[in-house]
């Protein structure tokens, strides 16, 4: 297996499995996730380039405080790179499973709609955007 550094984190993370596009890393110090889906033509390489400096921040922040959370990142045509964050499941079980069902078994913890912000925390099945969102009620 082969370990990557992303900037910012203080960990490195194993690729797991053999996928070029869609791919998943993981780290056992930390038994966190990442789960990256890029679209057409895209890679982890264009989905960490176009995350804005503040969300990117943020995320590694998490990565390297926090245990046993889940990322799923992943960028659309012509926008900027989106993910969500996904706390209090089982990243072991997760991080063994071929990447779709993985995907499936994220998409499915969801307990409601989706949110229209780029940038969610999942805990519980709620969707709510990213704490370092300011919201206006």
Not at 28 to 45: E, I, T, W
Not at 71 to 99: M, Q, R
Request: proline share 4%; aromatic share 14%; charged share 25%.
């Amino acid at each position: 297996m082969r370990s990557y550094t992303f900037t910012k984190l203080e960990k490195p993370y194993v690729k797991l499995g053999s996928g070029k596009v869609k791919e998943v890393f993981y780290n056992k110090d930390m038994n966190n996730l990442m789960v990256f889906d890029p679209h057409r033509g895209s890679n982890v390489g264009e989905v960490l380039g176009y995350t804005k400096e503040e969300p990117y921040t943020f995320l590694m922040e998490k990565l390297n405080s926090e245990k046993g959370i889940i990322v799923e990142w992943y960028k659309c045509d012509h926008t900027t790179s989106d993910y969500n964050i996904y706390y209090g499941l089982d990243v072991e079980t997760i991080a063994s499973k071929p990447f779709y069902e993985a995907l499936n078994t994220l998409k499915e913890s969801r307990g409601n709609t989706a949110s229209c912000y780029k940038f969610n925390e999942i805990k519980d099945g709620v969707v709510v955007p990213a704490s370092f969102i300011q919201v206006e009620s």
